[in-house]
């Protein structure tokens, strides 16, 4: 025999209708006993939320930086680029090899700077324009001031080099393309191709340059592609929960390394209390919440026990006696849950004023995603069902004489 719920759907609704003072009851106290959780939940989402945004729009939280110089195979470059917490590396020159002097088209003193090799989809420049090729560079804002030039402009650099007892210096023009705002960088780095960085690399080393026409220092000698050593890297993690991760593996490879992992670390312990927290409460919730609605249900069946025999010999089977405690729960815990999610929503804007700047956070402190609502909801509706299936175990033993004789 097949369930008629849309019978029983009517059947229970109507009950519930009849008694709509105690339904209505049952309905505040479950508004009342999940306000608060999905409060608790929109302050806890929102503060991590907050804190990891925070964190992944500066681009520096995200960088691994290597504190010393060493030997780099294209070996474990490869194994490196290939693991998938990484979203951008690059290899890079010697710190002395890097060093160049900058002068801007009518500055007579020269600016001590250092070259940091960059592609499209470099974290610093946000978007902006990328170094290509032997003639392009991208100023920091700090050294497009110091050497007064701007972005379509043109700056010398001045390179030098000892090989040997021999002392040497050229001038190479390159034009800027663009600057870094002196939020993300308070540096005069400039920031050049891969390929510029290793021309100057190897006329450094003693060696010629043909596309650049600079002439080798060791006659008959040129350097071979394949021999250039890699000392040193620009790594980037995919996602500020990435960066202990990639730390801890650089530093079981034997690098000394420099991130800002702490904070990132700092943020996840938070939201780790706070989770524990949040479960914490929301069970003992949960808990009461089920007693009292499993309770009431119980003794509505009680006292219902002769409307539910009389049902049962008007052909209704003990199977589908049974299932409607169980709809009257699912609606009474739906009806409560909608009435708070709505509610919650409302507050949001209020808690945002009342807690702005909290922390010295920014943006919206307490959040909640709609689709976090519908989560709460459908789990209050299954805890409903749940909360009368006991209620469902004493109407299906009911007898229907004896229930007829219960006066």
């Given at each position: 025999?097949?369930?008629?719920?849309?019978?029983?759907?009517?059947?229970?609704?109507?009950?519930?209708?009849?008694?709509w003072q105690a339904a209505g009851c049952?309905?505040?106290?479950?508004?009342?006993?999940?306000?608060?959780?999905?409060?608790?939940?929109?302050?806890?989402?929102?503060?991590?939320?907050?804190?990891?945004?925070?964190?992944?729009?500066?681009?520096?939280?995200?960088?691994?930086?290597?504190?010393?110089?060493?030997?780099?195979?294209?070996?474990?470059?490869?194994?490196?680029?290939?693991?998938?917490?990484?979203?951008?590396?690059?290899?890079?020159?010697?710190?002395?090899?890097?060093?160049?002097?900058?002068?801007?088209?009518?500055?007579?003193?020269?600016?001590?700077?250092?070259?940091?090799?960059?592609?499209?989809?470099?974290?610093?420049?946000?978007?902006?324009?990328?170094?290509?090729?032997?003639?392009?560079?991208?100023?920091?804002?700090?050294?497009?001031?110091?050497?007064?030039?701007?972005?379509?402009?043109?700056?010398?650099?001045?390179?030098?080099?000892?090989?040997?007892?021999?002392?040497?210096?050229?001038?190479?023009?390159?034009?800027?393309?663009?600057?870094?705002?002196?939020?993300?960088?308070?540096?005069?780095?400039?920031?050049?191709?891969?390929?510029?960085?290793?021309?100057?690399?190897?006329?450094?080393?003693?060696?010629?340059?043909?596309?650049?026409?600079?002439?080798?220092?060791?006659?008959?000698?040129?350097?071979?592609?394949?021999?250039?050593?890699?000392?040193?890297?620009?790594?980037?993690?995919?996602?500020?929960?990435?960066?202990?991760?990639?730390?801890?593996?650089?530093?079981?490879?034997?690098?000394?390394?420099?991130?800002?992992?702490?904070?990132?670390?700092?943020?996840?312990?938070?939201?780790?209390?706070?989770?524990?927290?949040f479960f914490a409460i929301s069970s003992?919730?949960?808990?009461?919440?089920?007693?009292?609605?499993?309770?009431?249900?119980?003794?509505?069946?009680?006292?219902?026990?002769?409307?539910?025999?009389?049902?049962?010999?008007?052909?209704?089977?003990?199977?589908?006696?049974?299932?409607?405690?169980?709809?009257?729960?699912?609606?009474?815990?739906?009806?409560?849950?909608?009435?708070?999610?709505?509610?919650?929503?409302?507050?949001?804007?209020?808690?945002?004023?009342?807690?702005?700047?909290?922390?010295?956070?920014?943006?919206?402190?307490?959040?909640?995603?709609?689709?976090?609502?519908?989560?709460?909801?459908?789990?209050?509706?299954?805890?409903?069902?749940?909360?009368?299936?006991?209620?469902?175990?004493?109407?299906?033993?009911?007898?229907?004489?004896?229930?007829?004789?219960?006066?």
């Open positions: 025999m097949s369930l008629r719920l849309g019978l029983l759907f009517r059947l229970a609704r109507r009950d519930l209708l009849h008694g049952l309905c505040i106290a479950v508004t009342v006993a999940l306000l608060p959780l999905l409060l608790l939940y929109a302050l806890k989402f929102g503060v991590v939320n907050n804190m990891i945004s925070s964190l992944r729009d500066d681009p520096r939280v995200r960088e691994i930086r290597l504190m010393r110089d060493t030997e780099l195979t294209e070996a474990w470059f490869a194994d490196l680029a290939d693991d998938p917490r990484v979203a951008f590396l690059l290899p890079r020159a010697r710190y002395l090899a890097g060093s160049v002097r900058l002068r801007g088209p009518d500055s007579r003193s020269m600016l001590d700077s250092r070259m940091i090799p960059s592609v499209t989809g470099d974290p610093y420049l946000a978007g902006g324009p990328a170094p290509a090729g032997l003639s392009e560079a991208v100023l920091t804002e700090r050294a497009a001031i110091e050497t007064g030039v701007r972005t379509g402009g043109t700056i010398t650099f001045v390179i030098l080099r000892t090989v040997g007892e021999q002392r040497e210096s050229l001038r190479h023009e390159v034009t800027v393309v663009g600057t870094i705002p002196r939020d993300l960088l308070q540096t005069d780095d400039v920031f050049v191709a891969p390929e510029l960085e290793g021309a100057i690399e190897r006329w450094r080393e003693g060696f010629a340059v043909p596309e650049l026409g600079w002439e080798s220092a060791r006659a008959g000698t040129r350097l071979d592609a394949g021999a250039r050593s890699i000392a040193s890297f620009r790594l980037f993690a995919r996602d500020v929960r990435d960066v202990p991760g990639l730390r801890d593996r650089l530093l079981q490879d034997g690098l000394d390394v420099e991130t800002r992992a702490s904070a990132v670390e700092t943020a996840l312990e938070i939201e780790t209390g706070l989770t524990w927290i003992l919730a949960s808990a009461g919440f089920l007693l009292t609605l499993g309770l009431h249900l119980a003794a509505s069946v009680v006292e219902k026990s002769r409307e539910l025999s009389l049902l049962r010999l008007l052909g209704l089977s003990s199977a589908e006696i049974s299932l409607m405690p169980s709809l009257q729960g699912m609606m009474i815990a739906l009806t409560g849950s909608v009435a708070a999610a709505l509610i919650a929503l409302g507050l949001q804007p209020l808690i945002n004023r009342g807690l702005e700047g909290l922390a010295g956070l920014s943006g919206r402190i307490s959040e909640i995603a709609p689709h976090h609502l519908l989560v709460a909801t459908l789990t209050a509706t299954a805890a409903g069902a749940a909360a009368g299936c006991l209620a469902g175990y004493r109407a299906a033993r009911l007898e229907p004489t004896k229930g007829l004789r219960h006066d």
